[in-house]
């Protein structure tokens, strides 16, 4: 945060976070054709999951955050816009 005259401050913070091998469900009992649904191959059972790392996409967050305050003698202000 930069300091300005009169008790003002102002600041830019940004941020890049990237997410890789969350854990995802793969459904393991169903017999596909293509994109479509033929049936199970234990039908003692509905879907069965495996839990395994998502590798096939991630999760990136972008963001930035502009910030200002204002300190007096008897109050203080701020203002936070984040994107």
Sequence with gaps: MADLPAGVKVGVDDAHREYKDLPALVET?????????????????????????????????DGVSLNASKRGKRLQLRRAYPR
């Excluded at 596909?32 to 509905?46: I, S, T, W």
Aim: without cysteine; glycine residues 10%; aromatic residues 24%.
């Design 29 to 61: 009992n169903g017999i596909y054709n293509g994109n479509v649904f033929k049936g199970y191959k234990n039908e003692a059972f509905n879907q069965i999951y495996a839990m395994t790392n998502n590798s096939w996409n991630r999760y990136v967050y």
